[in-house]
């Protein structure tokens, strides 16, 4: 089993914004396998990487230079308005129909408009609620 150091594990719960208390309940273990993992210094890739994922950090994926933020995948160089849902990626990667194609292309135009400098989230003044978002036949992610 491929093994990272126990600091690389307290350096991804830091970065992750995680208690120490909160690590047994994300990762699923017990008071008692941290505590090994610690004598050891030994911890298994898959914990470190939980970690790594829950920061926003999707380098470890092979998505250099991405993140998420709030839901939402971001360029690091570009700018907060610029932004991605994920079942956009989902879509284009594995459905070409029309129907989909044209939704996502849709929901492109809408983000790209300007909007008086508000951030992913947040509501236009005159508006109730935000726009609904649609997840398409892929299901929640």
Same mark, same amino acid.
């Given at each position: ?72 995948? &971001? ?19 594995? &459905? ?46």
């Amino acid at each position: 089993m491929k093994t990272k150091s126990w600091n690389e594990l307290i350096s991804a719960r830091i970065d992750a914004g995680l208690f120490f208390g909160e690590l047994k309940n994300v990762l699923g273990t017990s008071d008692r396998t941290l505590a090994r993992w610690k004598k050891k210094d030994a911890v298994p890739v898959w914990a470190v990487r939980i970690l790594e994922l829950l920061s926003g950090d999707l380098e470890p994926l092979g998505w250099k230079d991405w993140e998420l933020k709030n839901g939402y995948l &971001c360029h690091k160089n570009l700018s907060d308005r610029h932004f991605w849902l994920p079942v956009d990626v989902l879509v284009t990667a594995f &459905c070409d129909c029309t129907a989909h194609r044209e939704a996502a292309k849709a929901r492109s135009d809408q983000r790209l408009r300007p909007q008086s400098g508000l951030r992913p989230g947040q509501i236009a003044p005159g508006e109730t609620t935000p726009p609904p978002l649609s997840r398409g036949p892929v299901g929640p992610l």
